[in-house]
């Protein structure tokens, strides 16, 4: 054992490590909150949580569960924060507009309100995973796996934005650890406890559905033939705290809806997704029994299943699909997560294999760490929708338990060579986040950085509108009266207080243009004209931008052109000079 190692076993100091490593977290997250534009999703969220408050009603946009809406809005109940007097409106933006219009000079202060208590969320997720790897594998290991979340730029990216993907990830390592309790004590408290926390999931994010059948998988993991559970617990018992577990997640949930709308039968709803519309089909009996969940849970999720079920334009490397790509996230995890994690996992891995009977890690608790990783990783992979990492964010906690039993296993006398690769993966670290406060477009090294980040992937994994005060200083400093925009984002281009006009489909024009990475890859996308009024681009509108050079770089999801006649001519005599060489000949 290192002298580190030694220190680390005393309370006060593991504590004084955890606690620094989570303060940079914190520093460095809050610094992105202030200098980053309001993402797509987030200019919404904030505004209809303040509605829930001010009004207690969950309907106006059930697509998101409350619970992380009302938490992130919850210091703006004592600021004089207004948010208009919005329609009741199928557009989520609507909301975001009238909180604008209502808050035009404190609007970007409120989102940063937000913003901290997600990064407080983050921290007390961090801590959390501190607890969860100290009792694991020891205190070595639980401060690698906490500076491998306080050094990840996928984790500050979405730590220092008002939305539920921080959140959710924070939810699965809770209800997990909780279960694990559960499963080992197999006791009333914890049953109750994690019931408490599995609510909460659920009234986080949709995704933590899929936490019921983890519990299920990691209670059989750990208990079945276990030779350490030594007490016989009656089938009876088990039974009736699993009861009891899944009636405390039902409270939990009610009372996060105000208990509207519960109890109703099945027959009063008109369910749009395949999962659900099975409820319609069941004998009218059946049918009229309460269902136990509030109805706007219900209709949020049952439309949140029909729009995943949908065919959705999805870019992967350059290639467009409707279906989606059964290795779209093993690829992006190839291109977001930093190389020195990429190693620690290939270390751990290998470290598993090689003395697995001797590890950290029993086959029990691999099986219980690896099934979030894989049930999440494979049910995302063959959806038809596949937006970004976001979608897969609860498995990050997981992969940095996987490697945190490395920590205990650094030894430059007696494994010099596992020590010193460790070591090394630790200290690269640190330069993922260099290109702060740009963490939601980090691309690692082997993809070819930010830089070039829009050849593998769009949406969020780069681009989410976090730029548009990047171009509203720009054009501060480079006005122009023929701005020709096309922005990624929610926020009315409008307020940048610069005229515009939508890009001319597929021929390009003398101009100024500002073009986000997104679109300049093709997607279709509702792009808002100046009156406010919306104007459909067709898939790869506006892919003949990428044949010029940007004249400038807006982070890393704007770029601007200033295209002359003579652009234009050399863009026309290139494509007359494809079409001949595609023409057959005599």
């Known amino acids: 054992m290192t002298s580190l190692q030694q220190q680390l076993q005393n309370s006060r100091s593991f504590w004084l490590v955890i606690s620094i490593l989570l303060l940079f977290q914190f520093c460095l997250g809050l610094y992105s909150a202030q200098k980053l ?45 207004q948010t208009g007097d919005p329609e009741h409106s199928s557009d989520p933006a609507d909301y975001g507009d009238a909180f604008l219009k209502a ?73 997990l650890y909780c279960g694990w309790k559960f499963a080992l004590a197999g ?49 009876k018992v088990i039974l009736g705290r699993w009861v009891a577990l899944l009636l405390m997640c039902c409270l939990i949930m009610n009372a996060g809806y105000l208990f509207q709308g519960s109890f109703q039968s099945a027959s009063t709803y008109q369910f749009q997704s395949s999962e659900l519309k099975l409820l ?29 079920q949908q065919s959705h334009p999805t870019f992967l ?10 290795s779209y996230y093993i690829f992006t995890l190839l291109y977001k997560l930093p190389h020195g994690i990429q190693l620690l996992l290939l270390l751990a891995a290998w470290q598993w294999f090689q003395q697995r009977r001797t590890t950290l890690m029993s086959p029990r608790v691999l099986g219980m760490l690896l099934s979030p990783v894989v049930l999440l990783v494979g049910i995302a992979s063959l959806s038809n929708n596949q937006l970004g990492l976001r979608y897969i964010l609860p498995v990050i906690p997981f992969l940095f338990l996987l490697i945190a039993p490395l920590g205990e296993l650094i030894d430059l006398e007696k494994r010099k060579t596992l020590a010193l690769a460790v070591i090394v993966a630790c200290v690269s670290l640190p330069f993922s986040l260099r290109y702060a406060p740009d963490h939601l477009a980090y691309f690692n ?73 997104s679109l300049l890859q093709g997607r279709p996308y509702s792009v808002r004209k100046e009156d406010g009024s919306r104007h459909n681009l067709g898939t790869d509108a506006l892919g003949y931008f990428r044949f010029f050079e940007p004249k400038q770089r807006l982070g890393y999801s704007i770029n601007v052109y200033e295209l002359t006649p003579e652009d234009v001519y050399r863009w026309q005599n290139a494509v007359n000079q494809a079409r001949m060489g595609l023409m057959p000949s005599n």
């Open 317 to 326: 490397d350059l290639e467009w699909r409707l279906t989606g790509f059964r």
């Open 445 to 517: 090294e082997f993809s070819g950085g930010p830089e070039n980040g829009s050849y593998h992937l769009i949406d969020s994994n780069i681009d989410w509108g976090q730029d548009f005060y990047r171009l509203k200083a720009y054009l501060e400093q480079h006005p122009t009266d023929n701005l020709g925009l096309a922005y990624f984002g929610t926020i009315p281009p409008s307020t940048l207080g610069t005229p515009y006009r939508i890009p001319p489909e597929l021929q390009p024009q003398p101009g100024t243009y500002a073009i986000s990475a």
């Open 187 to 235: 006791s009333w408290k914890w049953a109750l406890i994690t019931g408490a926390v599995l609510g909460l999931a659920q009234i986080t994010k949709y995704t933590a559905i899929l936490l019921v059948p983890l519990l299920i998988m990691q209670w059989f993991l750990l208990r079945v033939k276990n030779p350490e559970i030594k007490t016989e617990t009656p089938a």
């Open 280 to 308: 319609n089909q069941l004998p009218a009996l059946l049918q009229s029994l309460p269902l136990p969940l509030p109805r706007d849970y219900l209709l949020g999720f049952d439309l949140q299943r029909h729009i995943m």
């Open 103 to 175: 808050n035009p000079e404190d609007y970007h202060h409120y989102y940063v309100q937000g913003r901290v208590m997600i990064l407080i969320l983050a921290v007390a997720s961090g801590l959390l995973l501190a607890v969860w790897a100290r009792e694991l594998f020891g205190p070595s290991a639980a401060c690698l796996a906490v500076f491998l979340w306080s050094m990840s730029p996928n984790v500050l990216a979405n730590a220092a934005l008002g939305t539920q993907d921080l959140a959710i990830a924070g939810c699965f390592l809770a209800t």
């Open 37 to 81: 534009s309001v993402t797509h999703d987030e200019y919404w969220h904030l505004p209809v949580g303040l509605l829930t408050w001010k009004t207690g009603r969950t309907d106006f946009d059930r697509l998101n569960p409350p619970l992380i809406r009302n938490w992130a809005t919850l210091p703006l109940l004592f600021t004089s924060a």
